[in-house]
Antibody, heavy 119, light 110 residues
Framework: EVLLVESGGGLVQPGESLRLSCAGS????????MDWVRQGPGKGLEWIGR??????????DYAASVKGRFSISRDEFKNSLFLQMNNLKTEDTAMYYC??????????WGLGTMVTVSS | QSALTQPPSASGSPGQSVTISCTGT?????????VSWYQQHPGKAPKLVIY???KRPSGVPDRFSGSKSGNTASLTVSGLQPEDEADYYC??????????FGTGTKVTVL
């Protein structure tokens, strides 16, 4: 069974940083395009960024709302994906999901990890 | 990048059909075949039900179907069942290595 498990969420103050992790089991993450999607409380889904696969050097792309503050990285040996979030704002409060992208869709999702930015 | 436009709500009785629209522009929905749809039950992660406009992942009932005309994509759920009550979101590749989601539609089974 393929599983994605996010971790690292929590309560932080505005301006602080947080690093989220996404661990894969039953799947080799380096073979796949992997994305992060978030959902604010009572709000819709928002795509925030992507890391393409190893064959394309893990190139990353970001939504305008997080570009310059968030960055995506990987650790092949830990079979993990990371989301480094800097200079967090209250509007970044959301459930954060990692997901496997394929054929232009997001086929596998983790359960998510909650990030709350509040003073 | 603006969110794709979906109706806030839709409803139908068990056994009926409901169709949800997703309107974008020629830069996203109209110019791509990378349109996908997601079902989300309260407190749960989203689940892919349609990708590449009209393809169903393994395990998704054939009651779910997708189509596209111009800048508008559609998801139809036929033979509505109580478990189909959920929020539904469309998504499209928007160029420049970006994706955009729809505003979401709450489907109620009456």
């Amino acid at each position: 069974e393929v599983l994605l498990v996010e971790s690292g969420g929590g309560l932080v103050q505005p301006g602080e940083s947080l690093r989220l992790s996404c661990a894969g089991s039953g799947i080799t993450l380096s073979d796949h395009y992997m994305d992060w999607v978030r959902q604010g409380p009572g709000k819709g889904l928002e795509w925030i960024g992507r890391s393409v696969n190893k064959a394309f050097s893990y190139t990353t792309d970001y939504a305008a709302s997080v570009k310059g503050r968030f960055s995506i990285s990987r650790d092949e040996f830990k079979n993990s994906l990371f989301l480094q979030m800097n200079n967090l704002k209250t509007e970044d409060t959301a459930m954060y999901y990692c997901t496997r992208e394929m054929y232009g869709g997001f086929h596998i999702w983790g359960l998510g990890t909650m990030v709350t930015v509040s003073s | 990048q603006s969110a794709l436009t979906q109706p806030p709500s839709a409803s139908g009785s068990p056994g009926q059909s409901v169709t949800i629209s997703c309107t974008g522009t020629g830069s996203d929905v109209g110019g791509r075949d990378s349109v996908s749809w997601y079902q989300q039950h309260p407190g749960k992660a989203p689940k892919l039900v349609i990708y590449e406009v009209n393809k169903r992942p393994s395990g998704v009932p054939d009651r779910f179907s997708g189509s596209k005309s111009g800048n508008t994509a559609s998801l139809t759920v036929s033979g509505l069942q109580p478990e189909d009550e959920a929020d539904y979101y469309c998504n499209s590749y928007a160029g420049s290595n970006n994706f955009v989601f729809g505003t979401g539609t709450k489907v109620t089974v009456l």
